[in-house]
């Protein structure tokens, strides 16, 4: 039996919305179609920057 894994809808709503602002961000200042694909990717993937950019600021 596979095991219930116990999500926060509201970290999911947050999540998305993010995702959205991201991919509308990214792909609107992209000058090209591969550029926008590569902003797509990029929206996808946006906490994996905000966490480093936040441990860079942090670390002494």
């Known amino acids: 039996m596979a095991k219930q894994v116990n999500t926060n809808p509201a970290a ?3 999540y998305g919305l993010g995702l959205i602002g991201a ?3 990214f792909i609107s200042h992209a000058t090209t179609f591969w550029l926008g694909v590569l902003g ?3 929206a996808i993937v ?3 920057f ?3 950019q936040a441990f860079g600021k942090l670390a002494m």
Do not use: E, R, S
Request: proline share 7%; net charge positive.
């Open 12 to 14: 999911n709503a947050v």
């Open 23 to 25: 991919a509308i961000y």
């Open 40 to 42: 797509f990717l990029k």
């Open 46 to 48: 946006w906490p994996v």
């Open 50 to 52: 905000l966490v480093y």
